[in-house]
């Protein structure tokens, strides 16, 4: 389209140049060379300056254009900044008892402030399941499991695309009393990206509330 417009445009130029012509040769023929001159001299010049201009605009245009693409080809180069980040909680109920809790993608409806949470239809259960979540202002996201070996872990990942990929992990490890609960996360950014904040510590304000739910709904249930 932006080609089809230049041509055009370069057409509406050069008629319009040999019309201006046409008319100063038809000016001097019947009587008035010296207007029709004045008139081929200074539509000469508007052209010229127009052919000048034209070149300096597409040579700018052209180093811009190669300058972006180099600069995007020097980032792709770039490895992304990767973060690990964890945080981890005992409990004194056993791995099976927490899995059963954390595993269903209703329970995030007690364990987090998702109002509703629920396996999306036709998705299959362990890995390629896809769970959902609508958070009390109705915005919605949807992981998948990735991977899973019940009931000692599990990693998902969100599906909506975004500038920066995560995979989150749920690891529980038997212990004499009970059991450990790690939540970790991989953040990778895109090259010459940084987190505003020190992502270990993001990590456990975001997952300490996590962990401690989990417990107090544990503890209810036995009571």
Not at 19 to 47: C, D, F, Q, R, T
Not at 92 to 110: F, K, N
Request: glycine share 6%; net charge neutral.
């Amino acid at each position: 389209m932006i080609m089809f417009a230049k041509v055009l445009t370069n057409i509406l130029f050069v008629a319009g140049f040999l019309a201006i012509a046409v008319l100063a040769s038809a000016i001097s023929y019947y009587g008035k060379p010296e207007l029709g001159l004045s008139i081929i001299v200074v539509v000469s010049a508007l052209a010229l300056m127009q052919v000048v201009a034209t070149g300096v605009v597409n040579t700018r245009h052209n180093r811009a254009v190669k300058a972006a693409q180099e600069a995007q080809r020097a980032n792709a180069s770039i490895p992304p900044t990767t973060y690990s980040v964890q945080a981890t909680e005992s409990f004194d109920y056993d791995a099976q008892t927490v899995w059963s809790l954390i595993r269903p993608a209703e329970s995030a409806v007690l364990l987090t402030d998702a109002q509703r949470a629920f396996t999306v239809p036709g998705t299959p259960t362990g890995v390629g399941e896809q769970q959902c979540f609508i958070g009390r202002d109705g915005t919605a996201s949807i992981i998948e499991v990735i991977g899973e070996e019940s009931p000692k872990w599990a990693t998902t990942r969100p599906l909506a695309p975004g500038k920066t990929n995560t995979r989150t992990s749920y690891t529980l490890e038997p212990t004499p009393t009970g059991c450990t609960l790690t939540m970790g996360m991989v953040i990778e950014l895109q090259a010459g990206a940084h987190f505003a904040q020190d992502p270990q510590n993001w990590w456990e304000s975001h997952a300490r509330s996590y962990l401690k739910r989990v417990n107090e709904v544990l503890s209810a249930r036995q009571g």
